[in-house]
T-cell receptor
Framework: GNSVTQMEGPVTLSEEAFLTINCTYT??????LFWYVQYPGEGLQLLLK?????DKGSNKGFEATYRKETTSFHLEKGSVQVSDSAVYFC?????????????FGKGTLLTVNP | GAVVSQHPSWVICKSGTSVKIECRSL??????MFWYRQFPKQSLMLMAT?????????EQGVEKDKFLINHASLTLSTLTVTSAHPEDSSFYIC??????????????FGPGTRLTVL
């Protein structure tokens, strides 16, 4: 079956530090890949996505590249801010049937200190 | 665009009562909506897939008679937790998949509903 493995947190960084959150996946077919962010007490917000190999998703300074050869979709940001503190979820969308269910990783808590 | 709302945002109820949670897509039509449950500091667990005009598809281990789902229109799905017990206390999140008449697989999430059963 499908699965997503992301680095366990928590991750604590100082403001302006470089961020990498690793994510690897196992899936049949050609899934779409996503990063979602969850701020405290809120639902999930789509951060970025990529739908095919070598695509790069980007948003708000965050980037992730769909690497089929390494089955990875690592999240990166060159300079984090305190406001980036949140839980980040890597996910894939299975294309079985027409419902496109999401499979989530366990989430990585990021804390950015001033 | 692509905003999903949930109501209520939080609810406290007595054990044995039923609670209804609404999920609405505000600016798009959603043939398919999903209901998730999230425990503290854990990932989201898919409970069921809700399809407009048909019965919901429940994930293994989810009691369909306890978690009633109705998707009566293209913009509204409801989850009713029947005869709630303290172990049902959780954060319930819905999502909606935008339907533009072509294949698209992005889900947009609601802000969640915190249910506490006393």
């Amino acid at each position: 079956g499908n699965s997503v493995t992301q680095m366990e947190g928590p991750v604590t960084l100082s403001e302006e530090a470089f961020l990498t959150i690793n994510c690897t996946y196992t899936a049949t077919g050609y899934p779409s890949l996503f990063w979602y962010v969850q701020y405290p007490g809120e639902g999930l917000q789509l951060l970025l996505k990529a739908t095919k190999a070598d695509d790069k998703g980007s948003n708000k300074g965050f980037e992730a590249t769909y690497r089929k050869e390494t089955t990875s979709f690592h999240l990166e940001k060159g300079s984090v801010q305190v406001s980036d503190s949140a839980v980040y979820f890597c996910a894939l969308s299975s294309s079985g049937g027409s419902n496109y269910k999401l499979t989530f990783g366990k989430g990585t808590l990021l804390t950015v200190n001033p | 665009g692509a905003v999903v709302s949930q109501h209520p945002s939080w609810v406290i109820c007595k054990s044995g009562t039923s609670v209804k949670i609404e999920c609405r897509s505000l600016d798009f039509q959603a043939t398919t909506m999903f209901w998730y449950r999230q425990f503290p500091k854990q990932s989201l667990m898919l409970m069921a897939t809700s399809n407009e005009g048909s019965k919901a598809t429940y994930e293994q281990g989810v009691e369909k008679d306890k978690f009633l789902i109705n998707h009566a229109s293209l913009t509204l799905s409801t989850l009713t937790v029947t005869s709630a017990h303290p172990e049902d206390s959780s954060f319930y999140i819905c999502s909606a998949r935008e339907d533009r008449g072509r294949v698209t697989d992005t889900q947009y999430f609601g802000p969640g509903t915190r249910l506490t059963v006393l």
